[in-house]
């Protein structure tokens, strides 16, 4: 079982930065593996980065301006956001696809 906490949320002005991180406990040793998901009101979840089997990739819609990254020595990714839009605005959350568990969420919030 692994769980996954995010954290980092928060309301930044447009062209602002936030960094996200995902801590990873349980049955978890290296993170080969992990996404970040984000969820609007009223829109369907979408990913926004993922790297696995050695591949990273980004939602066409941050591609530029969001980075992924870990730490396996603190068994922790994160979500480097720069440029916010307010459309950045939702919930995010990270998913370890090997186990299936997703994080609680983050709510982040980009005014205009």
Avoid: H
């Avoid at 990873?24 to 979840?45: E, L, T």
């Avoid at 603190?74 to 370890?96: F, G, H, I, R």
């Amino acid at each position: 079982q692994v769980q996954l906490v995010e954290s980092g949320g928060g309301l930044v002005q447009a062209g602002g930065s936030l960094r996200l991180s995902c801590a990873a406990s349980g049955s978890i040793f290296n993170i080969n593996s992990m996404g970040w998901y984000r969820q609007a009101p009223g829109k369907q979840r979408e990913l926004v980065a993922i790297f696995i089997s050695g591949i990273t990739k980004y939602g066409d819609s941050v591609k530029g301006r969001f980075t992924i990254s870990r730490d396996n020595a603190k068994n922790t990714v994160y979500l480097q956001m720069n440029s916010l839009k307010p459309e950045d605005t939702a919930v995010y959350y990270c998913n370890d696809p090997r186990s299936g568990s997703w994080g609680q969420g983050t709510q982040v919030t980009v005014s205009s």
